[in-house]
């Protein structure tokens, strides 16, 4: 009876040891193209003591995959109503790096393997994106597939290896939800029947026809006075300047804060 304790509490340990080691070469973005041999010298188990546990490597990663799936969906089930839930679970997640890289890392090559980890990644965004339409407080004209790929998009960044901003993100959706921000205050924004009534042409050039004075804009200048003409909703217009132009909403704030500074010294 000794001897068969100590065998289970042995593969117990080992069992553990392999998970830890396919998440800290998850948490490297190095999961597609894993080797035994990877598994081995992350684990300390030689290759021999590796297949006494496990048949094959995609019996390793099918094993993570069970593991960290059903964590998962544990998390996502004590989620707390409103959005105090999706902090909740938005904090948890950047808090335990194990599920983090379960969520982000690039799904492994073999074809089961991935849809099983595709089908626990799918089953955890379709409960983000219930839980954001469900919520009062989301920005107006905004659709809730939207809110939740910016969200999703944003937690990925705060994951990413070697993005250099990463810390900064994380600390950014520890206290708020992407689309949360101080609001762009509207006494630095030109009235909006000025704003309707400038000329705008793809080439950046901007006409105001009633004191004559005429501008250029950049791409981006010229997506803020489309939008401004069409919606005064500025947490939206802030929301798809971050997502179309693939900048966090604290920078989209500031360059608007400044956009809308610059422009008013040009109509004035």
Not at 9 to 15: G, L, N, S
Request: glycine share 6%.
């Amino acid at each position: 009876m000794g001897s068969l304790s100590l065998k289970t509490e042995t593969a117990k340990q080992r069992f553990k040891q392999v998970l830890k080691a396919l998440d800290r070469i998850a948490a490297k973005d190095q999961l597609a193209f894993l080797t035994t041999q990877r598994v081995s010298k992350e684990s300390g188990i030689s290759d021999g003591v590796l297949f006494r546990h496990f048949a094959s490597k995609d019996a390793m990663l099918e094993a993570w995959i069970a593991q960290r799936g059903e964590q998962l969906r544990l998390l996502l089930e004590a989620m707390p109503g409103g959005r105090g839930g999706l902090l909740y679970v938005v904090r948890q997640l950047l808090q335990q790096e194990a599920l983090l890289s379960f969520l982000c890392c690039q799904p492994m090559e073999t074809p089961y393997l991935r849809d099983q980890l595709e089908t626990c990644r799918s089953q955890c965004y379709r409960v983000i994106l219930l839980r954001i339409e469900l919520l009062s407080s989301a920005p107006r004209g905004i659709a809730p597939e939207v809110l939740a790929d910016h969200l999703i998009q944003q937690i990925y960044r705060a994951w990413l290896p070697g993005n250099i901003d990463r810390d900064r993100q994380k600390e950014l959706l520890m206290n708020q939800l992407p689309w949360e921000t101080n609001e762009v205050t509207k006494e630095i924004i030109p009235d909006r029947d000025v704003l309707q009534r400038l000329a705008l042409n793809d080439s950046g050039f901007v006409f105001d026809p009633v004191n004559g004075r005429s501008f250029s804009a950049n791409d981006v200048g010229l997506y803020v006075l489309r939008f401004l003409q069409q919606s005064d909703d500025l947490k939206a217009l802030m929301l798809s300047v971050s997502r179309d132009f693939d900048v966090s909403m604290q920078d989209a704030q500031r360059d608007l804060t400044e956009f809308f500074g610059q422009l008013r010294k040009c109509l004035a």
